[in-house]
């Protein structure tokens, strides 16, 4: 069973989110019912993706893992002064 605060690895690409097959991210909620709220960031911490997933979308972590970077796609983010 998964719980809030374990890495889980996802099991297929979320291209709309930039996110591939292997990608590590934190469970932030466990639905009642279901699934999970997961958030992937970049290696400062900042929130990349917030996503609702399925069960079979994701894996625990576990046994000796290989987390690896990868370069992110570039965003247009407008800067407020």
């Known amino acids: 069973m998964i719980r809030e605060h374990e890495l889980v690895v996802l099991k297929r690409d979320h291209e709309e989110a930039g996110l591939e097959a292997g990608d590590v991210g ?9 699934g999970y ?14 996503l609702d997933l399925e069960e079979g979308e994701v894996l625990p972590l576990q046994g000796p893992a290989l987390l690896r970077a990868k370069a992110l796609r570039s965003r247009n983010l407008e800067v407020q002064e």
Request: hydrophobic content about 50%; overall charge negative.
């Open 26 to 34: 934190t469970v932030v909620l466990v639905y009642p019912k279901g």
């Open 37 to 50: 709220l997961v958030e992937f960031v970049d290696h400062e911490g900042n929130t990349m993706a917030l």
